[in-house]
């Protein structure tokens, strides 16, 4: 059995990839696939991780009611599950001078709690800038000195977080993306993540271009789609920059950066350092990066 599981990172998803298939769970099911409700799995699963960590036993009735609950039952070939916590809350992204420092001891317990040999773990990444700006909001943190517990923009490095992940879970298989490319690639990761064809329609698969073009464009962009349907993945993205180029609202991807000295230059720098770090990503064993075609 396969087992999907969404791990965040924080500020990147607010739910909205778990909301939107779930959206599709019905339809998804008849194929054997598993959306279940995330009230389902998330609190105990992050109470079983809480016992390993302090280096308890296992709840086995806990675990087995967990495992029923998403749907490990004959006649499911996959299910898809989502917990960014699993990374480690909001508030403890960075500890100890490390971003996500407890994170790949967490996916290994989880990897021994999920009875599957084909663990296939989806992460975002974004710049991180942005990623600071909007973690720091979300984490409800006292200082922002507090947050980042001594970690300097220009030392978050993904590969080198995803690196850790890889090395305590190496059966598993990874696939990451950029939030930056959330608008051309929402649709295909909603096949990717359910597991299906890539020419399979999916409710909700237009809902991120809704929100960042205008009324009239979005119209008219459905309108395309519908008369014009894109035979292949790089056809549909060539269609969504040409509706974006022409109709995206610019305060809709725009995010006010108010963050303690901060300055263009850092932000220049920063984002140069990112930039080179998404092909190290991408040489990662076990690690396939997701792009624009």
């Known amino acids: 059995m396969q087992i999907a599981l969404h791990i965040g990172a924080h500020g990147t998803d607010n739910d909205r990839l778990i909301q939107c298939l779930s959206a599709n769970a019905d339809r998804l099911e008849i194929a054997g696939i598993s959306v279940p409700q995330v009230n389902d799995y998330r609190k ?15 709840n086995q009735r806990l675990r087995d009611k967990m495992l029923k609950d998403i749907g490990m039952r004959a006649g499911t070939d996959r299910i898809v599950l989502s917990h960014e916590n699993i990374l480690g809350r909001a508030h403890r992204i960075f500890e100890r001078g490390k971003l996500y ?3 790949p001891k967490r996916l290994a317990d989880i990897n021994g709690l999920l009875p599957t040999n084909d663990l296939q773990v989806y992460l975002c990444i974004r710049n991180p800038v942005t990623f600071i ?15 980042v517990d001594g970690v300097r923009l220009a030392d978050v490095r993904w590969s080198d977080m995803i690196e850790h992940l890889v090395t305590a879970v190496p059966q598993a298989n990874f696939t990451v993306w950029c939030y930056e490319d959330l608008p051309l690639l929402w649709g295909d990761l909603l096949r990717e993540i359910a597991g299906v064809e890539a020419d399979t329609q999916m409710a909700g698969e237009f809902d991120i271009l809704r929100e960042i073009m205008t009324k009239e464009g979005f119209a008219r962009f459905s309108s395309y789609i519908e008369t014009r349907p894109p035979q292949t993945e790089a056809q549909r993205q060539r269609i969504i920059t040409a509706f974006l ?7 809709a991807l725009e995010l006010e950066l108010d963050l303690p000295g ?17 092909p ?14």
């Open 44 to 58: 105990p699963m992050l109470d079983l991780l809480t016992d390993l960590m302090k280096g308890e036993s296992v």
């Open 101 to 103: 420092p407890i994170a």
């Open 133 to 147: 700006a909007e973690t720091y909001r979300l984490s409800g943190s006292n200082s922002f000195a507090e947050f």
């Open 245 to 251: 180029d022409k109709f995206a609202r610019e305060e």
């Open 262 to 278: 901060l300055t263009q230059e850092i932000v220049d720098r920063v984002t140069a350092d990112y930039e080179a770090d998404i």
């Open 280 to 293: 190290r990503v991408a040489e990662l064993p076990s690690v396939r990066l997701l792009q624009p075609l």
